[in-house]
């Protein structure tokens, strides 16, 4: 295939709730390294797709106040590369946006749209599946939701369910389940009919400009109304002016609940979120005793078994007689906590958030 005509869309905005303290709301996830490697979790992503992708065909779609970050992580990349979203309102507008975007500059593209925050495993079986997934969506007009093996009863995932198969380790899509509990978790495993959604989608960008003007009219017709091609400050003044009024909604939930045309493709190359600090604790290394550090802070366990450690490098931390839990500390905000709920966390950072003011998130 041409990979020439091949896009990518890293989606680059969200603040990280679930991997608070460490993530910030003036600097989230997505700009951290957590595996010690020297590149963050953009620049990993941004590594991984600029395999087989175009540099210049690799979009960031951020924040406006994350901008500078990411020029200041991607200098490979074009200012005009950078899709700004004034307010933050979840992947879908994001996503659709920037599609948007591609398609007025560029027209009939190809796209891989991705989260910043996922760990791979095997990048090069990852860019075969993704080359495959690439071509049916310029070659079909649907949408492929890219579905991983599910290993655990993950309740922390989505989970797809593969209706007809339809050939390539391609099925129609059945139904979806979002965070299902533990119960039905399980039940998912042992049927072997479901695969956990991965959160990366391919599709053409005429594809999702028909389904937007089903499902977001108000967005397609704003770019459909802008018959001339649009310069840099006029797409920026364009946002401006019309994306705050356009609905806070997943990427996920809008593709698998509401689109038809979409298919789900297994793979197997090795795949986690690492958007919470229950997944990173899965990804890390780790002891004999299965805890993990993950900065190089001095750690002294003594019978502490399935603990996941994030502290500034000057600290000697010395971890008795716990089991599964947090210990993690950013810019004078320590949290101690059962490690088994992401949601936990989120919550406690809400209420921090409440009580004691906006600079602890």
């Not at 406006?64 to 074009?78: A, C, F, G, H």
Request: with cysteine.
């Amino acid at each position: 295939m041409n990979n020439a005509n091949n896009f990518c869309i890293i989606l680059a905005g969200g603040i990280g709730r679930r991997l608070w303290p460490c993530s910030r709301k003036n600097h989230p996830k997505q700009f951290l390294d957590f595996f010690g490697s020297g590149r963050t979790l953009l620049q990993s992503t941004f590594d991984r797709y600029a395999k087989f992708i175009p540099t210049e065909h690799i979009y960031v779609s951020t924040f406006s106040d994350y901008v500078d970050l990411v020029k200041e992580q991607l200098p490979q990349i074009n200012e005009t590369q950078i899709i700004a979203e004034p307010v933050q309102l979840s992947t879908a507008p994001a996503a659709a946006w920037t599609c948007e975007v591609i398609r007025s500059r560029h027209g009939n593209a190809n796209i891989v749209l991705t989260p910043a925050d996922q760990h791979i495993i095997n990048e090069e079986r990852f860019q075969q599946q993704m080359l495959t997934a690439l071509d049916h969506a310029a070659h079909n007009a649907e949408f492929v939701a890219i579905g991983i093996k599910p290993t655990t009863p993950n309740t922390g995932y989505g989970y797809i369910q593969m209706g007809e198969a339809k050939g390539n380790k391609l099925a129609e899509v059945q139904s979806f389940t979002e965070k299902p509990d533990l119960q039905f978790a399980e039940m998912f495993i042992q049927s072997e009919e479901f695969l956990w959604n991965s959160g990366l989608f391919v599709c053409n960008t005429e594809t999702m400009h028909t389904m937007l003007k089903t499902e977001i009219p108000q967005l397609a017709e704003i770019f459909d109304n802008t018959t001339n091609a649009l310069n840099p400050e006029q797409e920026t003044a364009l946002a401006q002016q019309h994306y705050p009024s356009l609905t806070h909604q997943s990427l996920d939930l809008l593709l698998l609940e509401k689109t038809d045309n979409i298919s789900v493709m297994a793979c197997d190359f090795g795949w986690a979120d690492v958007g919470a600090w229950t997944e990173l604790h899965e990804v890390e290394d780790k002891d004999a005793n299965y805890n993990a550090v993950i900065t190089p802070t001095k750690v002294l366990f003594d019978n502490a078994i399935g603990n996941l450690v994030c502290l500034p490098d000057a600290k000697l931390a010395v971890i008795s007689e716990l089991e599964g839990y947090l210990i993690a500390e950013k810019d004078g905000v320590l949290i101690i906590c059962p490690n088994g709920d992401a949601a936990m966390v989120r919550r406690l950072m809400t209420e921090a958030q409440m009580k004691l003011g906006e600079e602890f998130v």
